[in-house]
Each structure stands twice: as C-alpha cells, then as structure tokens.
C-alpha cells in the first residue's frame, strides 16, 4: 500500500524560548482516518477541522485517507493555533509534487488558519525566527501581520502571507519575500510625559533622577494630589535607550506575551512591531493575581515582573496589593528572573526591573498633611503599614516622602524639563557601561553582586564612619547595607567622583532614614 510523507517544521514555545517542532505527514490509501499525536493540547486537537476547511476553501486539494500527523518532540506539550499552517502544507505536500519535502525542509512555518483559507497572526514569532536561525533555515513563512516582527532578525528571509494559497505560493517561488521598505505602516512612539509639568517637590525630582541614574527601586510615600504619580510615569522620559541586547530580550518577552504596546501604529494592525527601543513601563492594576503579576496558567506566560523586564514596574497605592502578590516579587528582585514550576516542567522568564512605589502613609492619606487632620486610629496605621513586609521594605533602596505643593507654587513651572535631567542620568549610565564593560548581568549600580560592590564603593574614612553610625542608629541590615553603598555609588557617579565621601553616603542613608523616624513618631 502507498504511504506518502512530508514534514515541515515550526515552533512551540517554553518560556521566551522557541523549541523547533518537526510535523510529520503520514497518507496510506485507504478510509479516511485522522490523527494527531505527539502530546497535542486544545487548539491543536482542534487543528484538523480548520484545516480540512481552508484547503478546500482555498481552492486546494489534497489525498484523503488515514492521516497521521507526528509532532515531533513527542515529550513536548504543544498548545498553538500557530501550527495550523505548517499542518495544512504537510498534508498538501504530501499529495503534490510541486511542494516536495525537501523544499519544506528549508522553511520555518506558523499561522493561524481562518475557515476560509486566511492565514491570522499569532504570538511568538520572533521566537519562531531565532529557533530558524539557530538552526540554519534561510526562510520563515508568518502571517502577514507578523512580517515586520519576524524580519528583525538579520539573514532571514520572511514571506508574510495573508492566506493558505500565499504560502503555497512562497514555497513553490510565486511570492516575493517580506520587505521593510514595502511596509507602509506608520509606527510612532508615544511622547513621554515632561518632568517640567511637576510643580515644586525639588527633593522628590532629586529622588526620581538617583533611582533613574542606578536603576534603584524606589518608593514614593505622601497624601493624596501630591504628585506621586506624576512624578513616577516621568521615569521613562528619564531612562535611557534600549542596548542591541536589551532589546532584543524586550521584544522578544512581548511577542511571546502577544503584548504589541511597545510601538504604536497609525493604520493597519496593531500587532506590526519594531525592535522596542524604549524601556517597559508597567502599572499593573492592585487588583492582579499571584499568575497575573509574576507569570503562569496552563501553558505558563509573562507576568508583569516580565513584561517589565529592563524597564520600570509602577505599583500605585502599595499597600492596597495583596500580599502574597508583593511577598513574590522578592525572588526576581534579587535575582533578575522568575521560574515557574509545573507537574511537567519549570518555565524560566526573565524579570530584571526597576521597581517603584507609591503609597499614602495611612489608610486615610493625610497624616502627613501640613493642614489636614488625619482620621485614622494608631492601630488602623499599623496595619495598613504592616501590609509591607519588612523584608520588601528591605530591598527597596530610596524612599521619600513627597508633601503637598503649596498653592503659590502650583501654577508653577518646573524649574527643569525631562531632558536637563536625562543628560544626567546618561552621562552616570555611560560611567556604568564602562565600570561593568565584558558583564552581560549587569548593567548598572543596583545591579552589582557583593563582589563588585566591595570594589567600586571606596569610600573614604569619614564616609566609612558615617555608615558604620548609621547602621547602628538606624538598625540597617546587612542587605540595606549594601543598597546604601549602591545609591551612594550611584549618586557619586552623578557628581563625577570615584570615591564615596561624606556627602555621597550621607544622602543615600537620608533615603533609607525616613522609615526610622516614623517609627520613632509612632512610638
């Protein structure tokens, strides 16, 4: 009996990561009988009735009979509309000769199909690419709408197509590849919001530019309508640009996520990407879950702390988050990724941010108001303060208070705009760049292990004293130890010194004083 074979290959995705996924076509002559096997999940059981559809609407015909399909790992979960497409050109390949197995051989395929034959986009594309690129396939079939994303990566040529007979026609050599020049779409960044709006809060703007030139977390604490938020969606506009590297991780997080947020386009799709070159700014909503925020479901997927990944996650009103969501970001403060375990396997996302706060500093908001009497009882404070633990706290390295404008000042410009204070925060970074040259984990301050923070923080014998006192005074840890000499570190680096002296320290420890004196106040 004849048994006619094909095979394409495609991806599935675990993590950020694509693992190249062989499909394999198997036709006997004989009553039709189909099947999938190879560990396929949901979208993928459901493949086949799509399938049979868009080829017959498409115009197509292939050999009816009893069709097995092989998705090769067998070991791998896959769970992707996306292998609808490459399904559909086995089968075809498999019972016409103008699309050999061995032409098949050299293309990476994935796409949705509609009903009708259009091929729809899909998620992860970028991924796709690279798993092609690592190994040696010159070519990607995608969706249209996906083109512009999988031609970022260099060597490879893209064929975007918008149907199932496009891609027949980009594997029998009937359709030119994707070209940039060809994509019409008008993609802009949005304006970053000016520092210059922030009336006043001169020790505020000072926080924000130190947290922005290290990359330190930060936590920014007063009454409502003082200008915490404000101040914290500015940061961007402070941050500089994306590397090569951190761009690629960026985009790739965000494809793999289906978040297409990172450039806006005028007309057409909103799924058309570049290469993200601003760094993530993320404002989960207080309300997020445990999976929402760090990342998980069935087929495990970036969480915020991802999303986030070389960028800033902004958490307004603090407290108000639940605390097994606030208790789980310690892990990927310290260490920079999040894995997450399943029965099956763990899936690792990357999760290096800058963390930033905001808060009121009681459940009314106005203790700390200069003309509004505070409504709350001590032990309402005290819990609503306990809701951070201490351990959180700890890893947060500047925390301000940021008091009401006077109202002579609100009609107020700025004394300095986002770009004064950006030339700042570049000419530190660049000193960074160069101190941390040849390091692929690290890339600013914050960032440092123990090891390089004992060689880049000298300090001299004055500032040493003044550390060794406030650690005692204050009841620093060992921990805060460390992220006082960071700040110190960073805050040097903006004043062009290469020791640590007095004023260097004495403002860092200032950042980690204002939560010793509430204590004292409470008491």
């Not at 309508?225 to 590297?245: E, Q, V």
Request: hydrophobic share 40%.
């Amino acid at each position: 009996m004849n048994n006619l074979l094909s095979q394409v290959w495609s991806a599935a995705t675990v993590g950020i990561e694509a693992v190249p996924v062989q499909i394999e076509t198997s036709i006997r002559f004989g009553l039709p009988k189909y099947r999938v096997v190879g560990l396929p999940y949901g979208a993928v059981r459901e493949s086949l009735d799509r399938v049979w559809a868009a080829i017959a609407n498409s115009g197509l015909q292939t050999i009816h009979g009893a069709v097995t399909i092989n998705l090769a790992p067998a070991d791998l979960r896959k769970d992707s509309s996306g292998l609808d497409l490459p399904i559909a050109l086995g089968l075809l390949s498999a019972s016409m000769a103008e699309l050999p197995s061995e032409r098949l051989d050299r293309f990476f395929v994935a796409g949705e199909l509609a009903l009708d034959g259009t091929v729809r986009p899909v998620d992860g594309v970028l991924a796709l690419t690279l798993a092609a690129q690592d190994r040696g396939a010159p070519n990607v079939i995608v969706p249209a709408e996906n083109g512009r994303e999988a031609s970022i990566v260099a060597g490879i040529k893209v064929f975007a197509v918008a149907s199932l007979a496009e891609a027949v026609a980009a594997l029998t050599g009937d359709l030119q590849a994707f070209s940039r020049s060809s994509d019409t779409s008008k993609l802009r960044t949005p304006m970053p919001a000016d520092m210059a709006d922030v009336a006043g809060q001169a020790l505020a703007k000072r926080a924000v530019e130190v947290a922005a030139a290290g990359g330190h977390n930060l936590l920014l604490s007063g009454p409502p309508g003082s200008g915490k938020t404000m101040l914290a969606r500015r940061i961007p506009g402070l941050l500089p640009p994306l590397t090569d590297d951190e761009a690629l991780e960026t985009t790739l997080i965000q494809s793999v996520a289906g978040v297409r947020h990172g450039l806006q386009v005028e007309s057409g799709s909103g799924r058309i990407i570049d290469l993200i070159r601003d760094r993530p700014f993320r404002s989960p909503h207080h309300t997020v879950s445990d999976a929402g925020m760090c990342g998980g479901g069935i087929r495990p997927r970036p969480g915020e702390v991802s999303l986030a990944h070389n960028g800033v996650l902004f958490l307004d009103e603090l407290p108000e988050f639940r605390r097994s969501v606030l208790e789980a970001l310690r892990q990927p403060i310290e260490e920079g990724n999040i894995s997450i375990g399943r029965s099956n396997a763990s899936v690792y996302f990357p999760a290096r941010f800058m963390l930033v706060g905001s808060m009121n500093p009681c459940p009314c908001g106005f203790q700390t108001h200069p003309s509004r009497a505070c409504t709350c009882s001590p032990p309402m404070v005290h819990r609503y303060l306990s809701r951070l633990s201490g351990p959180l706290m700890d890893r947060i390295d500047i925390r301000v208070d940021v008091a009401p404008v006077a109202v002579e000042d609100l009609g107020t410009v700025g004394a300095e705009n986002s770009q004064s204070i950006r030339t700042r925060v570049l000419a530190s970074r660049e000193v960074q760049q160069h101190r941390f040259e040849g390091m692929t984990t690290v890339r600013s301050n914050a960032q440092m292990p123990s090891a390089l923070c004992r060689r880049h923080c000298e300090m001299t014998p004055d500032a040493s004293r003044l550390l060794s006192s406030a650690v005692r005074h204050l009841g620093l840890s060992a921990r805060a130890y460390e992220r006082v000499l960071k700040v110190g570190r960073t805050i040097a680096d903006l004043s062009g010194s290469r020791t640590l002296d007095t004023a260097h320290i004495g403002e860092a420890i200032q950042y980690r004083a204002v939560d010793a004196s509430r204590r004292e106040e409470r008491r």
